[in-house]
């Protein structure tokens, strides 16, 4: 038999809606949505399916096609960028319902936001066309959030349903990572795999990519085959993103500062915050940094609510430009400030450190012995994000510091795997909600796993609970 050479991404595709990964309520609303035109053509005659790349967004819709029989006919939109040339490619698919063989038809355009711009208008009108004549469904994919391309796109938006495909959670893209190595008989450690979706940040499609390049060829895979991952070029660029915001002199660089961010736009809310303190040390620019970025969290928490989606053009506008034109009187010396006070609380004179900026960090370097000072003085460079660099003997701290929100959550994450385990199983077998589970029941379970190990074992087994999860009661 000859052996499947395709890539991974391609060959693990989602064929039926059971295969998709995560996004439920985007597949439940799209899946309504198809299925209402069985009983008629429904009031709007598309959909727009947006979200970040590698979400599965092409993939959701050919699963959804196959599973309920209904032929693609896919269009690149931006490709087809012309009204003649959308035209040519469809032909009558969009009035003719059925397919030689009786199938319904569906279309497909993908890459939506590639067809917008001035030269482009006469495809927008065709698509707009197709969509008021049409007798069959058509689907749309665009990528990034909608407010990215709302002004382009305005007329399709009006006449269609708009569904948000997000991220999918960490502990779905492992599921997906371990189905793929049982389906090719590879044995991967669990910290590997997890690193490896930790790593993805939600892209299903970077996950699995980088699960081929560290295991095609092997039958194992351990946690040395995936280290190499780090923040790689994320890293980079964020550390470019963040620099751009917080020396931004104007709307139009803050924002489009934002736009090349390569991590979501709550996360990089999160590294805003997190190091508006080392940037400005005026204490007025400071007050007027944060106010902003609470405005943010209000328009997005609104936007969030009312998907109403063009609130977030004011979100982001409050967290880069706003935030970036906060400062007035700081120099940007927040950081190398709490270096020099760090090192005067342990009463080291100024001589014993030299201290200078460079592009990867303040680099601080012992100028002499430190004697006991020494293991204080570590301490300190440890808490700001420092690390030591032995051959050059001295410590780099880099401008900018990961949120603590989020180093938490990644720190807690195997607990909170574990509790939500133990909540499913309690819950499920007593007949009661999570939320009572958590409250009424699974205190007792932990204390019974403290005092009675005999015991805890029959009701880890009556649970059917995972064998990680008694191993972490144990540990309680």
């Not at 049982?182 to 044995?187: A, F, K, M, W």
């Not at 280290?227 to 993103?241: A, F, H, M, S």
């Not at 000072?373 to 050059?392: A, H, T």
């Not at 574990?418 to 309690?426: I, T, W």
Request: hydrophobic share 40%.
């Amino acid at each position: 038999m000859t052996p499947d050479k395709r890539p991974w991404s391609e060959r693990f595709r989602p064929k039926t809606m059971s295969e998709v990964v995560d996004n439920e309520a985007a597949l439940r609303k799209l899946l309504a949505w198809v299925r209402s035109w069985g009983v008629g053509i429904p009031d709007r005659r598309s959909v727009i399916l947006y979200g970040p790349p590698g979400t599965g967004k092409n993939s959701m819709v050919e699963a959804v096609a196959n599973d309920l029989g209904f032929d693609l006919i896919e269009v690149n939109a931006s490709d087809q960028r012309t009204a003649s040339r959308i035209d040519e490619a469809l032909g009558k698919n969009t009035v003719q319902t059925q397919t030689l063989f009786g199938k319904r038809r569906m279309i497909l355009f993908d890459e939506l936001e590639g067809i917008s711009g001035q030269e482009d208008r006469g495809g927008v009108e065709a698509i707009l066309r197709l969509i008021k004549e049409t007798r069959n469904p058509i689907v749309m994919i665009a990528t990034g959030s909608a407010e990215s391309w709302e002004e382009l796109l305005n007329p399709l938006i009006r006449v269609s349903e708009l569904i948000e495909v997000r991220h999918a959670p960490m502990a779905n893209v492992l599921q997906l990572l371990k189905r793929i190595c049982d389906s090719l008989e590879i044995e991967a450690q669990e910290e590997a795999l997890e690193l490896v979706a930790e790593r993805s940040n939600g892209d299903l499609r970077s996950a699995v990519n980088d699960l081929e390049a560290a295991a095609r060829g092997k039958k194992t895979v351990s946690l040395d085959d995936v280290y190499w991952l780090g923040n790689r070029d994320r890293k980079n660029g964020l550390t470019e993103v963040l620099h751009k915001i917080f020396s931004a002199k104007s709307f139009r660089e803050a924002r489009e500062a934002q736009e090349a961010s390569p991590v979501k736009y709550e996360e990089l809310f999160e590294w805003v915050y997190e190091n508006i303190p080392y940037f400005y040390e005026d204490s007025h620019d400071l007050s007027r940094a944060m106010e902003a970025l609470a405005r943010a969290d209000m328009y997005k928490k609104r936007a969030d609510d009312t998907q109403e989606y063009r609130l977030l053009k004011y979100f982001f506008d409050a967290m880069t430009a706003e935030v970036a034109l906060a400062r007035q009187k700081s120099k940007g010396t927040g950081l190398i400030d709490g270096i020099r006070k760090a090192s005067n609380c342990i009463h080291l004179a100024p001589s014993s450190l030299f201290i200078q900026e460079e592009r990867e960090g303040i680099i601080v370097k012992p100028t002499k012995y430190l004697g006991n000072d020494w293991q204080p003085l570590n301490n300190v460079m440890r808490e700001l994000g420092g690390r030591w660099q032995r051959e050059r003997s001295l410590w780099i701290i880099p401008y900018f510091r990961p949120p603590g929100r989020i180093s938490h959550l990644a720190g807690s994450w195997w607990s909170r795997r574990r509790n939500k385990d133990l909540q499913e199983k309690v819950a499920k077998r007593c007949h009661i909600s999570k939320r009572s589970a958590l409250i009424e029941v699974i205190p007792y379970i932990k204390a019974i796993f403290r005092e009675n190990p005999r015991r805890a074992m029959a009701i880890g087994h009556s649970l059917d609970l995972e064998e990680d999860t008694i191993k972490w009661l144990k540990e309680k």
